[in-house]
Structure formats: structure tokens, C-alpha cells
């Protein structure tokens, strides 16, 4: 459990970074809270050559309500991203999400950026970003671009944020009015998910007008399952929720693991769903 | 016809303890922490590979490395590559390969060590590791037991020519005896493989002292005393030699009950170097270095009248080894042979036992060692046969449990129990879990086909601990005894040490054994200090597992204190000129009967014993009194444990709703201790039903060796637990006190499962793998509705 040897190089502005990780080249790495780096390194599986440090850099710490949106410095620890007001308020789902990862210890180190930019399949906040179409705003050497979240997750570990770059900001549009809940499935308090689902809804007549579905852990990114929101438009009872649930295993190719093969996956895509929008319409 | 007393002794205070704040600031040395000048820090390389040769290893690239003293692999060891012994041939033909430290050209499990690399520091040894030079030719690898006994397996050690490594049979008789019954039972549970997981991981230092031929020998074990004399007989260091010292150590649960191969090295090259060598695991070495605990499956046959009256059990167990023999693996499926009947009486038992080898991590003592196995057995078939024969299960239970009046009650496994009372533990447990209340709602929740349904696990349990009579375990092959010894010294001062053989890990001995030698020398706990885990301090004992250190070391202190009073006694008669009759003792203080101004307290009587000027003729100088305590039989502690399970039928998902366990531990020095015990125990045995199992793959490559995917309750998982107790003191040792180490964790696990299956047995469930994920429940569901 001990790391290969590295530098260590704490950047203080965004500039800074981009200019440790232009000179580590290839065998540099960007740390937020470490606290999926670290894991990687102890156990050899990674081995840096520089780890650039950007958890002390002001400009990308913080949180803004911007009028039409949320806009979250990717340095913010998760304690600061669910215990905010404005996240609480208008971001039920991304504070839900957010609250259920980890241990207390870990979500005051571990920051929003780090696990968007980790992009582990298991993580609970991916899905979040992806189901309410996030923003995020991306530094490198030729300045800054946004990128909507659909183009974010590439892949397992894999994002738009390329080597050499430094992801910012996250936009959420505020949802104010809307339901929403995080629906984790796993087996212990502090394990990871196995399916979780991220719902928010807006009622109107006691109806379900809009819905936004992200899955967690069904595939290799987080699984947008538009085919379930669009057909929860209308739904006013258990029973249409549950009809509609039907659709989150669409498409979906999940992977197989200790905690779930693909029959028991798609299961539980289906009935987490009906779960979390229930529960996110306050309908029982 | 036992008596129920209750617990107002004056041992019974629940006064917390001594060594907590200690351990909770943090102002303690573990063996980790021990920086002795000169040390080199060791580095391991470990088989990547469940079996395959050593085609070629060069270790001399480590040497190139920064900081690095020396390297070894099995060549350059030599004479010094001592092998690990296993002190328990359970059997005249038990097959045992041989086990050295390094392996020589074949590693047998992944993990298995190849060589080692020695520097000035930590990370300069891990960074020279990669510097190595190995190859290795894979063989297949047997994972699975009944694979590796089925005729032309692959073998684990080719020279062994097979993979069973004993075949142990009890009993006989059964076979007629069924001849009587109206139902047979019969199913075949798994009980899964765990990782003892303790918090501290395993630490050695080891270190030529230089003032004498001594080497001192840190360690994080249970056994400072068994390990001097096994690494003094495996190493050829002189046993005077030799001292072994287990500082605070950060939990065990039998998986520091162990002489291991790190440790043998450790003390090897110490001497080789003639500097001090450290070694300390890491989490991912832990995992699969460590010795394991269960991996057995048992085949479990019950039989019964139509009316519930037991005629008899037929247990058929595979157990699996792992890769090699460690102190006691042979032994530890057959610490549980005895207790497969339970609290029931019967009429024939048949028990048989197969060790078998397979390319896995050796398997050893873990919390219980033997006793969950059988206690889940004999709990999970009383379920089934109740179902079967339509019967409410805690009324089986009553019907043939072995009745309060009965006691001494000699079972049909040969064991005598002293003492117990079921009906009265269960009827408190019945009481405080609101039994009929929790049936009612079961039931309305099955007529209205909820999603989640309920179920109630029941375990009426008994375990055999305080290990052990002497004599038994020479019965039982075990090449060493289960005495205990105790020390008790006045210094002049009037401060008191005892000097336990026990070696405490977390359990708190230090405040009950000075509540034990307060209570007969009158001498406030606060004074009392206890030595312990030191050989060169304490240099007489046999450690601490099996429950043993209070049934069996707590009497040694009781018969030492008491002696050293004795001794006392005539001192102080000799300076009040009265006779020892004429004496009271109170509080700590000699007293003339009649005239209690003449008095001497006992720190005055050990002064006077340190001067020796006016000690009576034929005193010795000096106020110490020894003990070495050989227990007359085991205590049997029970109880009644009772869960509330909530399955959702949906997900799969399983909730333990309430807890309520009523233990009757015997007489208890300390509740509050006894309790705690209790508490850590039944979350452990929960985590054996809910959470824990390690696995591996069809090539023996470990499939969740970390604590990310091998699962470990905390705290927020576990509901509060009920607790109660009973009392009915044992009559096998004087204090009447039995074991609780391990109780809880007997108890749990097939209270928990009980409450599954029931459940679901609407559903057409008889039975759930542990451990029981939501996976797992959901396709056991799935299955009995005839589904896939
Ligand atoms: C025991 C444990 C349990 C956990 N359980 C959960 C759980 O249940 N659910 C869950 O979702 N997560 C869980 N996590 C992960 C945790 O949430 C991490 O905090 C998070 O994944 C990563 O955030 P971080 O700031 O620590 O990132 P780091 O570990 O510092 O970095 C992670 C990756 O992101 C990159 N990175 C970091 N910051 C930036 C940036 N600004 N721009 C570009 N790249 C960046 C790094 O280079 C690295 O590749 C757990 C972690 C641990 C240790």
C-alpha cells in the first residue's frame, strides 16, 4: 500500500495547474480530494510521475446561484455541494446523490469534480449531471470550452477532459418546484451502489409533467433513460409509474460482478426506477 | 437441578476500562510503532498464481537497489527456510505437507511467498520487489472440494498423492437408529469461507538485543507464549533465548492464533543480520496471507419422530485446509464435531469429517473455530424439521432440549454440560422480543402478499469453550495442554502485579482480572496492575482464543490471590502475636477477631516480607503466591437469540429489524465487558449471514481480497441489539463463570438465517446461501417460484 515515488505539486490558480501538468507531459496527474486517486496509487495501479494538487485553488471552489442556474466550482467537497442551500433547494436529486456517497470523512475530502471527472460507473453523482444535462466548463492551454453532459462520459474512466486540461466549473439548471430523489441499491451502509437511480419530476395536477432518469452503474457511463421519462408523462398512480419503470432497462448492456449479473441488473434498473420517481412525486 | 441465581457478587461491577483510555488516545505502542535503531523493514513477493512453478527466480536485481541489505528467495535462505508447523495431528494418517516459509519450487495459493527483500526503510524494500526476477509455469489450480476429492484431481502437493488430508469419524449408530423415525431431513448447507479482518494488521519486529544472546520478538498475536516455544523449536534460537512480546494488539479473532511464516522469517534474519528486521502487512496482503476461517459444507441429515422427538443426527462435513496446514487447521472443524447435537437430546449421532486440500489460503481458528459451524448446522435443521413436520420451530426446540432439572446432562456427542437453563433464557428472550406480536404481523403480512415479508429466526444455542482440560486435548491429539498460570505479587509499596498467562487483544482483561484479585484481596482495582503478553514479564501461559481466558485463566487468579492472602495471613499473625485463626481480613486489612485496632494492612505485611526482619520461622521473604490452573472440564455458555427479518421480496433486499439475544454467560465480573462481547459477537456473526464471503475463481485468483468488495458491517447497517442475561453459574470452575468471546458470534448467524428462510418459505424457499445478498435472495425467490 505504498505509492511508486511521484512529485507533488500544489497548484494555486488554474494557470498554475496547466502549467505543472504542460510540464509532468504524459505522467501527470490532477488531484482533487485524492480520494479515488490515492486508492489507485497505493494499490500500484497508477503511478504518476507528478501529481498536480488543485484542491486549494480558489477559482474553482464554491458554489453560485446564477439566476437560471447552480454553478459548481469543480473543488467544492461534497459536504459543501449537499449541505448548500441553493443545491438543497433547487438540486433535491444532486444533494440526495451527493449525501449518499461514501462516509463522512471521504465527503469532506472528495470533491463534485473529481468523481465527474473520474467518472467511475459506480458513482452516484454521474447520473445526476447526465439526467439534469448539466454543463461543464473545461481549462486547457487554449482556454476554456463547455461541454454539455451528454458528451462528458466516454466510457468507463473516461471523459472530455483531456490530459493536459482541468475541469472548472459544472452548470445544473435549477429545477425549483421539482421532486427529486436518489434511489442508491447497495449492500452496506458505505459500499458503493450496485443500481442506483436519480429522479426528479415536475407535477402538475398531480400528474407527472417532466421527468429526468439517470441510472447508475448499468453500463459503462451513467444511462440517461429517456424512453421512462417520456413515458411517465401523464402518470398520476403507482401502477403508471411502475408501467412506465418498465422501459429503464432499454438498451441497456450492463456488465456482471459479485454483486449482480446482467438478469438481476436490468431487474433492478426496472424497479429502482418506479422507486425513486415515486418517491421523487411524493405519489405511494 | 440447577439453582438460578443472580449476578450480585462482588465481582460484578460493570466499572469501565482500564486500558480504554490508553487505547482511545491513541497513547499506545503498537508493534508498527516500535522504531528500533538499525532496523531494515522486509518487503515480500507473493504468488500472483493459485499453483505454479518457480521456473526461475534471480533476487540479486533487488540488491541494486537503493537502500536494500540483502534479498532472499528459498535458494539463498537455506537452513535458515524453517517450515511452519501445525501442532494438531488430528489423525495417525493425517497427510501434512511440508510448509516452508518461502516457497521452495512450487507456490500452492496466491499469496503464497516467494522471497524477500530487506532495507533501511518501508518503501525502498516495496520499490525493490519490482526489481526481482521471476518466472513462473502455471498448473491448473482446485478450488473446489468436492472437485479436489474426486478421482485423477489435480493434486495441491503432487508428493501427497492425494488431496484429503484426514478422514475423522464419531460416533456410529445412526443408521439403525433411523429405523425408528417417521421423518428424515436432510440438507446440505454451505458455510462460506471469511477473512478474520482485524482492525490492526499483522506486525512483527524482531531484534538481536545486544546486551545478551537474547532476540526479542514484537509481534500483533494472540500467543506470545505458544509462538516463543514454536519459533524457538521451528528456529533453533534457544527457547532461553527467546522472548516474545505482544504489545496492544488491535483484534485477532483467532486469526492471531498463529504461528506464521512472516514471524519465522522475521526472527530468522534478525539473527542472520544480527540487526533488528520489521514487517508489517498490508491491507491487500492481509487478505490473502492471513489465514482464513469455515469453508465447509455440510451435509446434515435429522431425524425425528411424528411428534418432534429427536432420534438422531448424521453429520458428513468437507472442510477445506487451503493450500497448507497451519497451527491448528485440522483441528478446527473438529472443535465443533462435539456440538452438533446442540441443546438437544438424541439418541445416535454419526459424525464425519473430511480435510481436504485445495489451492485457496489456508484455513484456521476464526471466531468460534468450529462451534458456528456446528451451532448453524444443528439451528438451520431444527428449522427445516419443524417445518416439516409442521411444527412451530421454538416449540421443537422445547420439546427436545435438554431440561433445566436435567443438568449435568451428558450428551449423545460424550460431553457432560454443567449447568443452563434454556427455558428460562428463552422465555426472558420471548418476553423482551414481543414474539407472539411479531408472528401476528408475519401473518398479515403473508394473507396480504406484501412486498416485504417477515420472518423470525430463532437459535437456542450452546458452545463448548474455555479451552481446555488438559487430558482432553491429549484425547484429542493436540500436542499441548490449556492450563493457565497466574502470578500475584505484593511489592513493598503495596501495589499489586498479576502476572496472567492470558494475552488480551481487546477484551479488557486488564480490569477484569484486577476486579477478580480486588474482590479477594481487598486491594482497589485502581492498584492492581496486570502483566500480560510478555514472556520475559509473564513467562508462564497458554495465551488467549477458545473463550478460555476467564473460565480458565480467571480461576488462576482467583486460586494465586487467594494463596498469597494465605501467606499473608501468617505473616501479619506473626506481627500481631495471635494465631492465623484469630485473624479477619477486611478491605485489605489483617484484623484480630474480637479487636480490630490490632490490625496490619497487606502492603505493611509485604513490607515486612521485603525486609524480612521479623518473618516467622520457615517463611520465605517476600508476598507472591502462583497458581497454574488445569480446568477439570469446558463451560458451556447459552442462550437465546431472536431476529426480525425483513425481506423484500422484490430486490431480494434483507433487513434485520430487531435483535434480541438473553446469554447466559455464568457468573460475570463484568457486565459491562460482557455485554460488549456480546454486542461484537453478534455483529460478527451477522456479518457472516448478510456480508462477509471470500471467493475465488476456477483458477484460485481471489475474487473480492479487499475491503471494497468483501464486505464489513458498520455500525449504521446493525439495529440496536437487546440484550439480557441470564445466570446459572458454572459448576467447572470456581468463579462459575463461562467463556463469551465467542458466543455472540455462534449464536447470530443462524438466528439471521432462520429468519430468512422463514420468511420466504411460503415463497417455497427451504434454504439461502450465505452470504445472503440481494442477489442471492432475489434468485433463491426467483428459483422456488419456478421461475429461472
Ligand atoms: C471508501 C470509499 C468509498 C466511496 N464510496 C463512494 C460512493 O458510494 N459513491 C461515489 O459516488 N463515490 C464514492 N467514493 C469516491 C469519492 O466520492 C471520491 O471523492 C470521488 O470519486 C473523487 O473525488 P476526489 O475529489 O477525491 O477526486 P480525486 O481522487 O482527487 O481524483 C479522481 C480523478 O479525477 C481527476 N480529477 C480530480 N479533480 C479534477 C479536476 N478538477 N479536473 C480534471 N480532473 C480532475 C483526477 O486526476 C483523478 O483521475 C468513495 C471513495 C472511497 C475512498
Not at chain 2, 421443537?396 to 427455558?423: C, M, Q, S, V
Request: aromatic share 6%.
Amino acid at each position: 500500500m505504498i505509492p511508486v515515488a511521484f512529485d507533488y505539486k500544489k497548484a494555486s490558480s488554474v494557470q498554475d495547474a496547466l502549467a505543472a501538468l504542460a510540464a509532468g507531459g504524459e505522467d501527470a496527474k490532477l488531484m482533487g480530494g485524492g480520494q479515488s486517486l490515492l486508492p489507485v496509487l497505493r494499490l500500484r495501479l497508477n503511478a504518476p510521475s507528478v501529481v498536480v494538487d488543485c484542491s486549494s485553488i480558489p477559482e474553482i471552489k464554491g458554489i453560485k446561484d446564477e439566476g437560471g442556474k447552480i454553478v459548481i466550482g469543480a473543488g467544492t467537497t461534497h459536504h459543501a455541494v449537499m449541505n448548500d442551500p441553493a443545491v438543497k433547494s433547487s438540486l433535491k436529486v444532486l444533494a440526495d446523490a451527493t449525501a449518499s456517497v461514501a462516509d463522512p470523512q471521504i465527503r469532506h475530502r472528495g470533491t463534485l469534480g473529481g468523481a465527474l471527472a473520474h467518472s467511475d460507473p459506480r458513482a452516484d453523482q454521474p447520473p445526476v449531471a447526465l439526467a439534469l444535462d448539466a454543463e461543464f466548463t473545461i481549462a486547457g492551454a487554449t482556454g476554456q470550452r463547455t461541454v454539455a453532459a451528454a458528451d462528458f462520459f466516454q466510457g468507463p474512466f473516461e471523459t472530455a477532459v483531456g490530459p493536459d486540461e482541468i475541469l472548472v466549473s459544472v452548470a445544473f439548471p435549477k429545477l425549483d418546484g421539482w421532486g427529486g430523489h436518489y434511489e442508491k441499491f447497495n449492500r452496506a451502509a458505505q459500499a458503493w451502489s450496485i443500481v442506483g437511480v436519480a429522479a426528479t419530476v415536475r407535477m402538475e395536477g398531480g400528474k407527472i409533467a417532466e421527468a429526468r432518469i439517470g441510472l447508475t452503474n448499468v453500463g459503462g457511463t451513467p444511462h440517461r433513460a429517456s424512453a421512462v421519462e417520456q413515458a411517465l408523462v401523464g402518470a398520476s398512480s403507482i401502477a403508471e409509474i411502475e408501467a412506465a419503470s418498465m422501459h429503464a432497462s432499454d438498451g441497456l448492456s450492463p456488465f456482471a460482478d459479485e454483486d449482480a449479473d446482467v438478469e438481476y441488473r436490468l431487474h433492478l434498473a426496472r424497479v429502482l426506477t418506479a422507486r425513486s420517481v415515486a418517491k421523487a412525486a411524493g405519489i405511494s | 437441578m440447577t439453582d438460578v441465581v443472580d449476578t450480585g457478587t462482588a465481582l460484578g461491577r460493570p466499572i469501565k476500562r482500564k486500558e480504554d483510555a490508553r487505547l482511545l488516545h491513541g497513547q499506545t505502542n503498537w508493534t508498527d510503532n516500535i522504531q528500533l535503531p538499525g532496523t531494515v523493514h522486509m518487503a515480500i513477493l507473493r504468488s500472483p498464481f493459485a499453483h505454479a512453478k518457480i521456473t526461475h527466480l534471480d533476487v540479486s536485481g533487488a540488491l541494486a537497489m537503493p537502500n536494500v541489505v540483502a534479498a532472499f528467495g528459498a535458494a539463498e535462505l537455506g537452513d535458515l527456510n524453517s517450515s511452519v508447523p501445525c501442532v494438531w495431528p488430528v489423525t495417525d494418517d493425517m497427510v501434512a505437507p511440508d510448509f516452508p516459509a518461502l516457497a521452495k519450487d512450487t507456490v500452492h495459493h496466491v499469496g503464497d511467498c516467494v522471497a524477500v527483500v530487506l532495507a533501511t526503510d518501508a518503501v525502498s524494500a516495496v520499490d525493490a520487489l519490482e526489481a526481482m526476477s521471476v518466472d513462473y509455469e502455471p498448473l491448473q489450480a482446485v478450488v473446489n472440494m468436492e472437485s479436489a476429492i474426486s478421482p485423477g484431481s489435480t493434486l495441491v502437493h503432487e508428493d501427497k498423492g492425494t488431496n484429503t488430508c484426514y478422514v475423522y469419524n464419531l460416533g456410529g449408530g445412526y443408521d439403525e437408529k433411523v429405523k425408528e423415525a417417521d421423518v428424515v431431513v436432510k440438507r446440505r448447507f454451505i458455510n462460506q469461507r471469511l477473512i478474520p479482518a482485524f482492525m490492526e494488521p499483522r506486525s512483527v519486529v524482531a531484534a538481536p538485543m545486544g546486551m545478551s544472546d537474547e532476540i526479542t520478538m514484537w509481534t500483533s498475536t494472540q500467543i506470545p507464549h505458544i509462538l516463543r516455544l514454536l519459533i524457538a523449536l521451528v528456529t533453533g534460537i534457544p527457547e532461553n533465548n527467546l522472548r516474545v512480546i505482544a504489545p496492544d494488539v488491535g483484534g485477532g479473532f483467532g486469526g492471531k492464533l498463529q504461528i506464521y511464516r512472516e514471524e519465522i522469517l522475521v526472527a530468522q534474519l534478525a539473527r542472520k543480520l544480527g540487526r533488528p528486521v520489521k514487517w508489517t502487512e498490508t491491507r491487500s496482503e492481509d487478505m490473502v496471507a492471513t489465514h482464513h476461517g469455515r469453508d465447509q459444507i455440510q451435509d446434515i441429515e435429522i431425524a425425528a419422530k411424528s411428534d418432534g422427538t429427536l432420534v438422531g443426527l448424521k453429520v458428513d462435513l468437507k472442510a477445506n485446509m487451503g493450500a497448507y496446514l497451519q497451527i491448528i487447521t485440522p483441528g478446527v472443524p473438529l472443535l465443533g464435531m462435539f456440538m452438533y447435537p446442540g441443546i438437544y437430546k438424541m439418541d445416535a449421532y454419526d459424525f464425519q469429517c473430511t480435510g481436504v486440500f485445495t489451492n485457496t489460503t489456508p484455513t484456521d481458528a476464526y471466531r468460534g473455530a468450529g462451534r458456528p459451524e456446528s451451532t448453524y448446522a444443528i439451528e438451520r435443521i431444527m428449522d427445516e424439521l419443524a417445518a416439516e413436520l409442521g411444527m412451530e420451530p421454538m416449540e421443537l426446540r422445547r420439546k427436545n432440549w435438554i431440561k433445566h432439572e436435567e443438568f449435568p446432562y451428558t450428551t449423545i456427542a460424550g460431553l457432560t454440560y454443567d449447568t443452563g437453563n434454556y427455558e428460562l433464557a428463552t422465555a426472558r428472550a420471548l418476553e423482551l422480543f414481543d414474539y407472539e406480536g411479531l408472528r401476528t404481523e408475519q401473518k398479515s403480512r403473508r394473507d396480504s402478499g406484501d412486498r416485504v415479508q417477515l420472518g423470525i429466526g430463532i437459535s437456542t444455542f450452546t458452545e463448548m469453550c474455555g479451552l481446555a482440560p488438559s487430558r482432553t486435548l491429549g484425547a484429542l491429539k493436540y500436542v499441548a495442554g490449556g492450563w493457565e498460570h497466574c502470578t500475584v505479587r505484593v511489592l513493598p509499596t503495596g501495589k499489586v502485579e498479576v502476572i496472567t498467562g492470558t494475552s488480551p487483544h481487546g477484551q479488557g482483561h486488564e480490569t477484569a482480572w484486577s476486579q477478580i484479585a480486588s474482590s479477594i484481596l481487598g486491594i482497589p482495582v485502581e492498584d492492581i496492575e496486570v502483566v500480560h503478553s510478555d514472556t520475559g514479564r509473564a513467562p508462564y501461559g497458554m495465551d488467549t482464543y477458545g473463550s478460555r481466558s476467564l473460565a480458565v485463566g480467571g480461576q488462576a487468579i482467583k486460586a494465586a490471590s487467594e494463596r498469597l492472602v494465605d501467606k499473608a495471613r501468617v505473616i501479619a499473625a506473626h506481627q500481631l502475636e495471635c494465631s492465623p485463626e484469630d485473624l479477619d481480613y477486611v478491605n485489605g486489612v489483617f484484623q484480630v477477631k474480637g479487636d480490630p485496632e490490632k490490625a496490619q494492612p497487606l502492603g505493611a505485611v509485604a513490607f515486612e516480607a521485603f525486609t524480612a526482619h521479623n518473618l516467622p520461622d520457615g517463611v520465605e521473604p517476600t508476598l507472591s503466591a502462583e497458581a497454574t490452573i488445569d480446568p477439570q472440564d469446558f463451560s458451556y455458555p447459552h442462550g437465546t437469540h431472536l431476529a426480525a427479518m425483513e425481506v423484500d421480496t422484490e430486490t431480494g433486499k434483507v433487513t434485520l429489524r430487531k435483535y434480541v439475544c438473553v446469554d447466559d454467560v455464568g457468573v460475570q465480573v463484568n457486565p459491562m465487558i460482557v455485554e460488549g462481547q456480546v454486542h461484537g459477537g453478534v455483529a460478527q456473526g451477522i456479518a457472516q449471514a448478510l456480508y462477509e464471503g471470500a471467493s475465488y475463481d476456477e483458477d484460485g485468483q481471489p475474487q473480492n481480497a479487499n475491503l471494497s468488495t468483501y464486505l464489513i458491517p458498520s455500525a449504521p447497517d446493525l439495529p440496536s441489539f437487546i440484550t439480557d442475561t441470564t445466570c446459572t453459574p458454572s459448576t467447572t470452575n470456581p468463579l462459575g463463570t463461562k467463556g463469551v468471546g465467542e458466543a455472540g458470534a455462534i449464536a447470530s448467524t443462524p438466528a439471521i438465517m432462520n429468519g430468512i428462510v422463514d420468511a420466504i418459505r411460503h415463497l417455497g424457499v427451504n434454504d439461502v446461501l450465505m452470504p445472503a445478498t440481494p442477489m442471492t435472495v432475489w434468485k433463491t425467490i426467483q428459483a422456488a417460484k419456478g421461475g429461472k
